[in-house]
T-cell receptor, first 111, second 113 residues
Framework: QQQVKQSPQSLIVQKGGISIINCAYE??????FPWYQQFPGKGPALLIA?????SEKKEGRFTISFNKSAKQFSLHIMDSQPGDSATYFCAASYNNNDMRFGAGTRLTVKP | NAGVMQNPRHLVRRRGQEARLRCSPM?????VYWYRQLPEEGLKFMVYLQKENIIDESGMPKERFSAEFPKEGPSILRIQQVVRGDSAAYFC???????????FGQGTRLTVV
């Protein structure tokens, strides 16, 4: 069964706009929620991660918002740039074991 | 400190042959995870190993697939008697412990013809 649901499947944003990707999880035991960025032909690279003891984490233009009661978390990319065009995966794990990934969101930032 | 190294990067096998995918984790990392990615799809967990032990293989098909992470040498994902449906990108990730971020390799793209 899919333990992490991600939406939208694809997203087109104008340069300078805000990209928002959402994820929902089912297992309340999950305690680690990373986001990965993947460019074509490359492996996923860790972008930013959050644990459930905080509701928001910001690193540069990237922010994770976390809603524990709703079992949802989202990635916000501020001032989106064409170089941000990639596939983004949310994930969730318990104790960093066997991380479960969302299906991915293909982001295109138009110049 | 080199990243996670996977080889080969590309592998072509005929139906019925065996495929061996290798993953050398980052130095100091004793935890290895294997994932499969089909075109235009997300990453599907297959197996989680620590040195010489399989911790969780719940995502790995019961038949034809096996994985190992010996005391010395790389982790190996083996697929016996490959079929066309095995064609995918296989990614390996490693971490120094079960409570740390996992770093991914570049993947092995398996094509079964």
């Amino acid at each position: 069964q899919q333990q992490v649901k991600q939406s939208p499947q694809s997203l087109i944003v104008q340069k300078g706009g805000i990209s928002i990707i959402n994820c929902a999880y089912e297992n309340t035991a999950f305690d680690y929620f990373p986001w990965y960025q993947q460019f074509p032909g490359k492996g996923p690279a860790l972008l930013i991660a959050i644990r459930p003891d905080v509701s928001e984490k910001k690193e540069g233009r990237f922010t994770i918002s976390f809603n524990k009661s709703a079992k949802q978390f989202s990635l916000h990319i501020m001032d989106s740039q064409p170089g941000d065009s990639a596939t983004y995966f949310c994930a969730a794990s318990y104790n960093n074991n066997d991380m479960r990934f969302g299906a991915g969101t293909r982001l295109t930032v138009k110049p | 400190n080199a990243g996670v190294m996977q080889n080969p990067r590309h592998l072509v096998r005929r139906r019925g042959q065996e495929a061996r995918l290798r993953c050398s984790p980052m130095k100091g990392h004793s935890h290895v995870y294997w994932y499969r990615q089909l075109p235009e799809e997300g990453l599907k967990f297959m197996v989680y190993l620590q040195k010489e032990n399989i911790i969780d293989e719940s995502g790995m098909p019961k038949e034809r697939f096996s994985a190992e992470f010996p005391k010395e040498g790389p982790s190996i994902l083996r697929i016996q008697q490959v079929v066309r449906g095995d064609s995918a990108a296989y990614f390996c990730a490693s971490s120094p412990s079960g409570k740390s971020e996992a770093f991914f390799g570049q993947g092995t793209r398996l094509t079964v013809v």
